[in-house]
């Protein structure tokens, strides 16, 4: 059986306009992201990575499927 949680991890991100939105990237939000990734260890990455929603993706693609007929 195979499992997938969805995670959340915190990152933050510099940029030149107190409205996010005018001046922040898509480069810019990647960098940010895989800089909060290197900079974590194994052990704070496992801790402070939050896995919630957990499901059975046979089940989860079973469901899926029957909405689509």
């Given at each position: 059986?195979?499992?997938?949680?969805?995670?959340?991890?915190?990152?933050?991100?510099?940029?030149?306009?107190?409205d996010?939105?005018?001046?922040?990237?898509?480069d810019?939000?990647?960098?940010?992201?895989?800089?909060?990734?290197?900079?974590?260890?194994?052990?704070?990455?496992?801790?402070?990575?939050?896995?919630?929603?957990?499901?059975?993706?046979?089940?989860?693609?079973?469901?899926?499927?029957?909405?689509?007929?």
């Open positions: 059986m195979t499992y997938n949680s969805m995670g959340f991890l915190g990152f933050s991100v510099n940029h030149e306009t107190e996010p939105y005018l001046s922040v990237t898509a810019d939000l990647r960098k940010a992201i895989i800089k909060r990734l290197a900079d974590c260890s194994d052990s704070d990455l496992l801790s402070e990575v939050e896995l919630s929603d957990t499901y059975n993706e046979k089940e989860w693609e079973n469901k899926n499927e029957s909405k689509s007929l």
